[in-house]
């Protein structure tokens, strides 16, 4: 092992026994032991095999997540898909029951099967409103067409007695298909 005298200020310019007291004093660290080391050429080459394994370890799994990423978008649109279908299926049943049901025309079927399907409950019980009120003016106008026609009308040659009680007939009739009709009303609401 060689001493290095460049910490030594002027060594060059001193005398043979000044340079020994000044080698003397100068503090040489202990020789290190380096049988428990591995050689910098051993070293390197294994740093650089391992840089080139860390990089395809970090390929492959940027390959593994670029996978997992394109399964869960395929997953998440066959969900919307599903979701959909159900919505559609789902409005179409609904439309078909509520049709069957009086007082509701297809527009007014489909928009409460929609509302049924969404939760929105005030816009189904605002729609039941309107087909009850459909439905009962339809009764009416049926009821309506089914009243007889007073024998006569127009013809002053009856007696008023006779007129008196074929008006007392025909109120009590329409008074019995009113109270009818709102029987119908209360079996069906």
Same mark, same amino acid.
């Given at each position: 092992? /060689?001493?290095?005298?460049?910490?030594?200020? !002027?060594?060059?310019?001193?005398?043979?026994?000044?340079?020994?007291?000044?080698?003397? !004093?100068?503090?040489?660290?202990?020789?290190?032991?380096?049988? !428990?080391?591995? #050689? /910098?050429?051993?070293?390197?080459?294994?740093?650089?095999?391992?840089? +080139?394994?860390?990089?395809?370890?970090?390929?492959?799994?940027?390959?593994?997540?670029?996978?997992? &990423?394109?399964?869960?978008?395929?997953?998440?649109?066959?969900?919307?898909?599903?979701?959909?279908?159900?919505?559609?299926?789902?409005?179409?049943?609904?439309?078909?029951?509520?049709?069957?049901?009086?007082?509701?025309?297809?527009?007014?079927?489909?928009?409460?099967?929609?509302?049924?399907?969404?939760?929105?409950?005030?816009?189904?019980?605002?729609?039941?409103?309107? %087909?009850?009120?459909?439905?009962?003016?339809?009764?009416? &106008?049926?009821?309506?067409?089914?009243?007889? /026609?007073? &024998? !006569? %009308?127009?013809?002053? +040659?009856?007696?008023?007695?006779?007129?008196?009680? *074929?008006?007392?007939?025909?109120?009590?009739?329409?008074?019995?298909?009113? #109270? +009818?009709?709102?029987?119908?009303?209360?079996?069906? *609401?």
């Amino acid at each position: 092992m /060689k001493i290095s005298t460049d910490s030594i200020q !002027g060594f060059a310019e001193m005398s043979d026994a000044d340079k020994v007291t000044a080698l003397l !004093g100068l503090d040489v660290p202990d020789p290190v032991d380096l049988n !428990g080391y591995v #050689k /910098k050429e051993v070293f390197d080459a294994k740093a650089t095999e391992a840089a +080139n394994l860390s990089k395809q370890l970090k390929s492959k799994m940027t390959d593994d997540e670029a996978a997992k &990423a394109q399964a869960d978008a395929d997953r998440k649109a066959l969900e919307e898909k599903y979701t959909e279908l159900l919505r559609k299926s789902t409005i179409a049943e609904h439309t078909a029951r509520y049709i069957a049901m009086p007082g509701y025309d297809e527009k007014l079927a489909r928009e409460t099967a929609e509302a049924l399907f969404d939760g929105d409950m005030e816009r189904v019980f605002a729609n039941q409103q309107k %087909a009850n009120a459909a439905y009962e003016k339809k009764l009416r &106008a049926d009821l309506v067409k089914q009243d007889p /026609k007073p &024998a !006569g %009308a127009g013809g002053g +040659n009856e007696e008023k007695d006779e007129a008196v009680e *074929f008006a007392k007939k025909l109120g009590k009739q329409r008074a019995d298909a009113l #109270k +009818n009709a709102n029987e119908g009303l209360k079996h069906y *609401f």
